[in-house]
């Protein structure tokens, strides 16, 4: 078991077990690495995987505006699929869905990270984030986290955050990591750092990567299958001692509904601060 006198161990090594688990199970010694990598993570961090057999409300939430469609499983998808719509209702703050966890179980302080694996049918007059929120004013209803990705500005009531943002509605088309932090961190201002020139095909599944270590938080951006091209952004503003959650917002921007569809979510962090 790794050793935690290193603050960054847990995010080390979940990178460790994420290279190993690109090997294939029948490369001789590096198999048994892998094997043994993967028996020794679970001990080291929690981990949770949710492959969406099922939309689990004991753990989710999900909402939408008038029109949209919240996130649900799709019967019958092979090795399980959850999916939402933006709808065709006439006003645009109506087609937007949120889905996110019951409870701030997550930090920087414990090296808390995600990944998602999502696809969307058209990437025109689209809008979406994905990463961690504390909280703001109407989470309950889908309100924008991130309504100008430009200059950008957060939600009210929204104090930390780290997320992977895209607006095409905006003068910058790509994705961008948007920060903001409490407790007067450098990055206490709403803050973006852009994802190279990063946008997803349509109907063409892509991972987004964020993880949180301390007060600062990486994201990296690829589409399927792993060994794409991938971007990455470093970047300073979420306070690490405040718990967040994960959440997944999309929207549509015009009246021609878009459907996004999540095959995965896996989440990380280490158990406790050492």
Same mark, same amino acid.
């Given at each position: 078991?790794?050793?935690?006198?290193?603050?960054?161990?847990?995010?080390?090594?979940?990178?460790?077990?994420?290279?190993?688990?690109?090997?294939?199970?029948?490369?001789?010694?590096?198999?048994?690495?892998?094997?043994?990598?993967?028996?020794?993570?679970?001990?080291?961090?929690?981990?949770?995987?949710?492959?969406?057999?099922?939309?689990?409300?004991?753990?989710?939430?999900?909402?939408?505006?008038?029109?949209?469609?919240?996130?649900?499983?799709? %019967?019958?998808?092979?090795?399980?699929?959850?999916?939402?719509?933006?709808?065709?209702?006439?006003?645009?703050?109506?087609?937007?869905?949120?889905?996110?966890?019951?409870?701030?179980?997550?930090?920087?302080?414990?090296?808390?990270?995600?990944?998602?694996?999502?696809?969307?049918?058209?990437?025109?007059?689209?809008?979406?984030?994905?990463?961690?929120?504390?909280?703001?004013?109407?989470?309950?209803?889908?309100? %924008?986290?991130?309504?100008?990705?430009?200059?950008?500005?957060?939600?009210?009531?929204?104090?930390?955050?780290?997320?992977?943002?895209?607006?095409?509605?905006?003068?910058?088309?790509?994705?961008?990591?948007?920060?903001?932090?409490?407790?007067?961190?450098?990055?206490?201002?709403?803050?973006?750092?852009?994802?190279?020139?990063?946008?997803?095909?349509?109907?063409?599944?892509?991972?987004?990567?964020?993880?949180?270590?301390?007060?600062?938080?990486?994201?990296?951006?690829?589409?399927?299958?792993?060994?794409?091209?991938?971007?990455?952004?470093?970047?300073?503003?979420?306070?690490?001692?405040?718990?967040?959650?994960?959440?997944?917002?999309?929207?549509?921007?015009?009246?021609?509904?878009?459907?996004?569809?999540?095959?995965?979510?896996?989440?990380?962090?280490?158990?406790?601060?050492?």
């Amino acid at each position: 078991m790794p050793s935690y006198s290193d603050k960054f161990a847990a995010e080390r090594y979940w990178r460790t077990v994420k290279g190993l688990e690109q090997v294939p199970e029948s490369s001789g010694p590096r198999s048994l690495s892998r094997a043994m990598m993967m028996q020794l993570a679970p001990a080291s961090f929690f981990r949770f995987h949710d492959d969406f057999v099922k939309l689990d409300t004991g753990i989710w939430t999900t909402n939408a505006g008038t029109g949209a469609t919240a996130f649900a499983a799709t %019967a019958d998808a092979q090795s399980g699929i959850i999916a939402a719509a933006s709808g065709t209702n006439g006003t645009e703050a109506n087609r937007m869905v949120n889905l996110y966890t019951v409870g701030r179980k997550w930090s920087g302080d414990l090296y808390a990270g995600m990944e998602v694996l999502l696809k969307v049918s058209a990437i025109t007059d689209i809008q979406f984030v994905v990463g961690f929120i504390d909280t703001h004013d109407t989470l309950t209803t889908p309100v %924008a986290v991130v309504p100008d990705i430009d200059t950008p500005t957060f939600a009210s009531g929204l104090g930390d955050a780290a997320v992977v943002a895209m607006d095409t509605g905006e003068t910058l088309k790509t994705m961008a990591l948007c920060t903001i932090g409490s407790g007067g961190l450098a990055g206490a201002t709403a803050a973006k750092v852009d994802l190279g020139t990063f946008a997803p095909t349509a109907d063409t599944y892509f991972r987004i990567r964020i993880q949180l270590i301390q007060n600062r938080v990486e994201a990296k951006v690829w589409t399927e299958p792993y060994g794409a091209p991938v971007f990455e952004a470093d970047a300073v503003g979420i306070e690490g001692g405040t718990a967040v959650r994960p959440i997944i917002q999309i929207a549509g921007l015009s009246q021609t509904s878009r459907t996004w569809t999540i095959d995965e979510i896996e989440l990380w962090q280490d158990r406790r601060t050492f």
